[in-house]
């Protein structure tokens, strides 16, 4: 094989990005077109649709026999739904004879379910990992999992990308001097996240001493570091119902902070939190667009297109390229 690979190269034979084929389920087809886009092909063909009694029926309207496939499908809201589409897309392509099949998902749902907190439950996200496997997927492409620590519930292979270069360019034009600058994590699992992003705009950390009381619940205590008189960053993987993010945000201007930014990679948004983050002390909610925004968001929202760094890491695994160097090197 390694003769036959630097035959290739040196006859100058490589593959073509024409020849990538790239599909999307149903749960973010902007994202999807976007992607493709970027790449300058367009999107395969292929039926998805709905039984009257709601399953789902999948059908590929083009041959894929021998093909690198990636598909995009973000597992948000309705989180099944999208969950089981995706399922049913992999065995399609599956038993169409596809080469390769990576499954692109720019929000891994039930990640949060990572391990027991109490007795008897479920390890809903290595749950997930393993039907995603079974049905066919060779690869996963994912994007700003909860914890890096998902990547080994695979057993497939698995590429991690971060959208932080894409948030921290958006600061960065901001012009702000890094002294005025504080990046906060709002609990202390988010601290590795939140010392990536102060290296990057080179500016100290803070942590929110945060307890979570329970599901979808959690009181905000502490702040440990200075934010007096600076411009105070917020950031997190996702915010989702915006409880904890809205009481970090008071307790940042409580303690001096000048005004507060929060970045995310994806927009949850469930139950009140559009309502609470256009009431909350805010000035920006930056995400990335993971997650297709509701009807009237929130007027402070900003969202940022992370279609180009995906379709950069696509075509990176299709040419066998480090995704590794893409991430410690885009610049958007």
Known sequence: MALELSEMQRQG????????????????????????THLGISLGIMQIKNFSDGEIYVRIQESIRGDDVFIVQSLCD????????????????????????????PYYAYARQDRKTSGREAISAKLVADLIATAGATRVLAVDLH??????????????????????????????????????????GGVERARKVAKQLVCPIAIVDKRRQAHNLAEVENLIGDVKGKTAILVDDMIDTAG???????????????????????????GPALERLEKSVIK???????????????????????????????????????VTDLLENYRG
């Open 13 to 36: 034979i490589t593959k073509s990005i024409e020849d990538l084929k790239l599909f999307s389920g149903r749960a973010h087809h902007s994202l999807a077109e976007d992607i493709a």
């Open 78 to 105: 309705p989180v099944n739904r999208n969950l089981v589409e995706l399922l049913i897309m992999l065995d399609a392509f599956k038993r169409a004879s596809a080469k390769t099949i990576t499954a692109v998902i």
């Open 147 to 188: 914890t890096g620590q998902l990547q080994g519930f695979f057993s497939t292979l698995v590429d991690h990308v971060q959208v932080e270069p894409v948030l921290i360019n958006y600061i960065s034009g901001k012009g702000y001097d890094p002294n005025e600058l504080v990046i906060v994590s709002p609990d202390a």
């Open 244 to 270: 904890t993010i809205c009481e970090a945000s008071n307790l940042l201007i409580k303690e001096g902070a000048k005004e507060v930014f929060v970045c995310a990679a994806h927009a949850v948004f469930s």
């Open 284 to 322: 920006e909610v930056i995400v990335s667009n993971t997650i297709p925004l509701k009807p009237n968001a929130c007027s402070k929202i900003v969202q940022l297109n992370a279609a180009p760094l995906l379709g950069d890491a696509i075509k990176r695994i299709y040419s066998n390229r480090s």
